[in-house]
């Protein structure tokens, strides 16, 4: 087992660089930047979530987890061992789904659809299935999961904020039901 304390530099890098892959995803979805937002959560998530692990993983088991995110996952939550961490499984899954449009190809030769929103609608609501594969991005879900992974941390997240403008943080604060910004 790596040294935390050895590697506190890391994690905090690795946490500023998420959260900055985060605003730049809250500031896509306000401006309708689709895929864009959800690749910027995807890589928010992902780094936050090896900032967290890199005090207990190598830099080789870190870059063996790849881009994917629910494998990233599965090692945090087995980590942590808090089973009440499930509540977030379909939100990595959705947001992992962006991986595989990072780039083009995928969209042109099978399309694409989108549902960006704060909440996930009801099941009962949803829309049926597309001929299309469809990308969604709930902001409501990322805000509470951000929030939890800073709590499970130990980080102060303004911390990762105070160097930058109020306009920047702005993006942050905005539709966010989370008060971790504040």
Request: charged share 20%; glycine share 4%; aromatic share 12%.
């Amino acid at each position: 087992m790596i040294g935390s304390d050895a590697m506190a530099p890391l994690k905090h890098e690795y946490f500023l660089i998420a959260t900055q892959y985060y605003m730049a995803g809250r500031f896509s979805v306000f401006a309708g930047l689709i895929p864009v937002c959800g690749n910027q959560f995807h890589h928010a998530i992902e780094m936050y979530l090896k900032g967290y692990l890199c005090t207990s993983l190598s830099t080789d088991q870190l870059r063996a987890l790849s881009h994917k995110l629910d494998q990233v996952w599965e090692e945090f939550k087995k980590q942590i061992s808090d089973p009440s961490l499930a509540i977030f499984d379909q939100t990595i899954a959705t947001l992992d789904r962006f991986e595989k449009i990072r780039y083009p190809e995928e969209i042109v030769a099978k399309g694409m659809q989108s549902q960006i929103g704060f909440e996930r609608p009801p099941s009962s609501a949803s829309r049926t299935s597309p001929p299309e594969p469809s990308f969604d991005i709930y902001m409501n879900e990322i805000d509470s999961l951000v929030e939890v992974i800073f709590q499970i941390s130990n980080l102060n997240p303004l911390s990762f904020v105070k160097m930058r403008s109020r306009k920047e943080v702005a993006y942050l604060k905005e539709s966010n039901k989370t008060t971790i910004w504040s």
